[in-house]
Each structure stands twice: as C-alpha cells, then as structure tokens.
C-alpha cells in the first residue's frame, strides 16, 4: 500500500519508480511542481484544494477551501443553515482545522495499533477506538469551543451546528478520494505500459 504523498511524489517527471511493499523516505509535504503535475485534469475544485491544502502545506489555499465549503454550503438542506453567515464559516473553518489536524486518539497514543497481552506473549492489534486511524473525532463541546459557538447556543440549536460541521467533513473527505482515485489511475495509466514493456523484454 502506498502512502498518499509518495504517490503523488511519483508522477513527476523526474521521480523514481514507486514500487509497493517498498518503504520510502516520508516527506511531510510535496513540491509545488509534483503537486501541480499530480492534480492535472482533476475534478472538482475541491479535490485541487485538498491536494494544496493537506499534502502541499498551502496556507493561502486553506482560506480558498473554507471558500469552497461555503459553496458547497449552499446546496445543503436549508434546515442545517446557522442564523448567521459569519458563523457559518467559523464552523467550516473549524471543521477544516479539524480535518487537517486532527486530534490523537487515547487509547493508541496515534499509533493506530494496541498491545494485548495473551498469557506471555504480547500481541500488536488494531486499536479497536480509532479502528487503526490513529486519530479521533473532537467532542461536540470541542467544536463548539474551535469555531467559537457558545456551547448553550450549540447544543440547543436542534443539532444544526453539528450537522453543518459534519457535512463539512464529509465533504473534505469526498474531495480527498476523489483526488487519490484521480492520483492513483494516473499512475496505473503510466506503469501499465511499463509493466508490459518489462514484461514482452523477459518473455
């Protein structure tokens, strides 16, 4: 299984084959210039987005997601729709920083697996808290707090706040898949014909 950014990392033009089961050094974020050539044709703008946002550390692209939610916004149920517009994009923003940083799950310390002890042996699992993630979903009074909702007015607004915060994650989620989908068979377009050559030079 590759990691997200090695993946992206490999359609530049001058990276070097990406191999599974083979472990690269990890950087925490891309060059402008393999994100630039990874998203090429991709679709929606969101997704163009996240792959500034969370894999190219793009500050000024954070400001253009929240910007992209907020249109996303309007296309939700009216009934999820805060009073205010102004809070309306506290709460994106917040459910962004959310997405982008998410808290470490307790039980794994962010490791994603757990040690139980069987007799004598001790035996590494997934943790089942965070299902291996090793991340977890702020509380409701967390949120609250991030996007700088009283908690009174959040927890009475008839679950409103918390479905717009989650709509946002989801949102954030989908564009991320569709990313990785659109990284992932630009990849396979490129390899195949590799494979094949490889394949016909042995045979």
């Given at each position: 299984?590759?990691?997200?950014?090695?993946?992206?990392?490999?359609?530049?033009?001058?990276?070097?084959?990406?191999?599974?089961?083979?472990?690269?050094?990890?950087?925490?974020?891309?060059?402008?210039?393999?994100?630039?050539?990874?998203?090429?044709?991709?679709?929606?703008y969101g997704a163009h987005l996240v792959a500034w946002t969370k894999y190219a550390g793009g500050?000024?692209?954070?400001?253009?997601?929240?910007?992209?939610?907020?249109?996303?916004?309007?296309?939700?149920?009216?009934?999820?729709?805060?009073?205010?517009?102004?809070?309306?994009?506290?709460?994106?923003?917040?459910?962004?920083?959310?997405?982008?940083?998410?808290?470490?799950?307790?039980?794994?310390?962010?490791?994603?697996?757990?040690?139980?002890?069987?007799?004598?042996?001790?035996?590494?699992?997934?943790?089942?808290?965070?299902?291996?993630?090793?991340?977890?979903?702020?509380?409701?009074?967390?949120?609250?707090?991030?996007?700088?909702?009283?908690?009174?007015?959040?927890?009475?607004?008839?679950?409103?706040?918390?479905?717009?915060?989650?709509?946002?994650?989801?949102?954030?989620?989908?564009?991320?898949?569709?990313?990785?989908?659109?990284?992932?068979?630009?990849?396979?377009?490129?390899?195949?014909?590799?494979?094949?050559?490889?394949?016909?030079?042995?045979?």
């Amino acid at each position: 299984m590759f990691d997200p950014r090695e993946l992206l990392a490999s359609l530049a033009p001058s990276a070097p084959t990406l191999e599974p089961g083979i472990k690269s050094a990890r950087r925490s974020l891309l060059l402008a210039s393999e994100v630039a050539v990874a998203i090429a044709g991709l679709e929606p703008y969101g997704a163009h987005l996240v792959a500034w946002t969370k894999y190219a550390g793009g500050s000024d692209s954070e400001a253009a997601l929240v910007r992209e939610l907020l249109l996303e916004a309007s296309r939700w149920p009216e009934s999820m729709a805060p009073a205010k517009c102004q809070q309306l994009r506290q709460i994106l923003a917040a459910a962004l920083d959310e997405w982008l940083h998410p808290p470490r799950c307790r039980c794994c310390r962010g490791r994603g697996m757990r040690h139980k002890k069987d007799g004598n042996a001790l035996i590494e699992m997934v943790c089942d808290a965070c299902a291996g993630q090793g991340t977890r979903r702020m509380s409701r009074s967390a949120r609250a707090s991030k996007a700088g909702v009283p908690w009174t007015t959040w927890a009475n607004d008839g679950g409103r706040r918390e479905a717009v915060y989650n709509a946002a994650l989801d949102a954030l989620d989908r564009w991320d898949r569709d990313l990785l989908r659109h990284v992932w068979r630009r990849w396979r377009a490129r390899e195949e014909p590799r494979e094949e050559a490889a394949h016909a030079a042995s045979a």
